[in-house]
Structures are given as C-alpha cells and as structure tokens.
C-alpha cells in the first residue's frame, strides 16, 4: 500500500516568495494533519482535517499560512510570504478514526523547506 | 508545564542492554497513548499505540500509567538498529489533538 505522499521533498525559496506543499493521505484515512518540525521547537501541530473541513487550525503561526483539502485524497499548506524563519520541515500525517487501531498517525516523508 | 515531557537523553547503552523511558503527560484528560521513533532526518513511525493493561511487541513493552499520569518504553535486548528518538504522543479525550514529546534520543553502540 502507498504510504502517505508529499511533494516535493525539498524546496529552497527566497524571502517573501510565495510556497505550496503538497500531500496525498493514504486511501481511506479520515484525518489529515499537518505538522512542523524545527531544532528548536520539536514537532508542533500546525492543523488538522476530519472529512476534509478544518477541525483546529490553532497551531497555525499567523495569516501567512493557509491549508486547504478539496477532497480525500489531497491537501496544501501555502505560505505566502515566505520568511527565513519558516525554514523547517513540514510533515503531512493521516490516520482513521473508527475503532480499531484509532488515531495511529503515519506520516509522509516530509517537505524540507529553506528559505533565504 | 508542558503537555508531554520527556528526558532528552542520549541514553548510550551496549547492545543488549535492557533501557527503559518515561514520559509524562499533563491532563489526566488523556485518552490514546503512542510511542513513535524517529532516525535522523526521517519521519516519525509508528512504534507502537499503549493500551491501558500494557502491551509487548517483541523486544518492546509499553505500560501506562494512569495514577501517577505517565507512560513507558521499555527495549530488551537492545540492537545496533534501535537507535533513534523515541517520541512520546498523547492524544485527548473528546479532542483530536495530538501532543507530541520532545523526544528521548537512544544511542545503542556495539
């Protein structure tokens, strides 16, 4: 089975550049999550998805990021504009929320993201 | 506080050494308990999910502890191959929110 897919694996961009990442949960999974993951400060859930409508998006760190999930099967985090301080690699995470193995998270590879 | 705290570590252990890790949560609120592992510059994998009575998966055994509100990882019989970070998850009740450790690093040298 496909695990979860992101893209692209990594991006380099310039300040104040416009940034998309991708993922692709796997078939089936009800939540999608979207995480980033820094030295400093570890894993920090940045939104997650039930059925495609945004549940919490408290984590976001301000209005230049945005996630949406048209359908099932794929999702974006956008940041516009892009800061130096947005350097970090973000990861995309599904998982099913019935009864049996609920809540286990498998995560996508992960976008690594640099910005100058 | 914190949701989730772990001991960073490292833990340096010869192989076969037996290792265990606590993790602590916050809320007693909390319902799903996992243990992740994550290699350098990899994503986080699903170790294990930690049930109320406690559970083995070969040479890992993962306990809750819901009275004094932690959980645990305990590792026989280490191998070269098990070193990483071992992240500790929280997930609450009626929320969906999951609260992840800052990671407990083990080293496993020969």
């Known amino acids: 089975d496909a695990g979860v897919i992101q893209s692209p694996r990594h991006e380099v961009t310039e300040m104040g550049q416009e940034v998309t990442l991708r993922c692709k949960p796997i078939?089936?999974?009800?939540?999608l999550f979207w995480y980033r993951q820094t030295m400093m400060r570890g894993l920090e859930l940045l939104i997650y998805?039930?059925?495609?409508?945004?549940?919490?998006d408290s984590g976001m760190p301000e209005d230049r990021f945005s996630a949406k999930m048209p359908n099932a099967s794929f999702s974006t985090l956008k940041i516009q504009p892009s800061e130096p301080r947005d350097s970090a690699v973000y990861f995309c995470?599904?998982?099913?929320?019935?009864?049996?193995?609920?809540?286990?998270?498998?995560f996508g590879p992960g976008t690594r993201l640099t910005v100058t | 506080r914190k949701e989730v705290e772990q001991d960073p570590g490292p833990f340096n252990v010869p192989e076969g050494a037996t290792v265990a890790f606590n993790c602590t949560y916050s809320?007693?609120?909390?319902?799903?308990f996992f243990w992740y592992r994550q290699d350098c510059r990899k994503e986080p994998k699903l170790l294990m999910s930690?049930?109320?009575s406690g559970n083995e998966d070969g040479r890992f055994t993962a306990q809750l502890n819901r009275a004094s509100q932690y959980i645990s990882l305990l590792i026989r019989d280490s191998k070269l191959s098990d070193s990483a970070t071992y992240l500790c998850?929280?997930?609450?009740?009626?929320?969906?929110?999951?609260?992840f450790g800052s990671g407990t690093k083990l080293n496993v040298k020969p």
């Open positions: 995470a599904s998982s099913f929320g019935g009864m049996t193995r609920a809540y286990e998270q498998y």
């Open positions: 078939s089936g999974h009800d939540y």
């Open positions: 998805f039930n059925n495609n409508v945004p549940i919490d």
């Open positions: 809320n007693s609120a909390s319902q799903s």
């Open positions: 930690v049930y109320s």
């Open positions: 998850v929280v997930k609450r009740r009626y929320f969906n929110k999951f609260y």
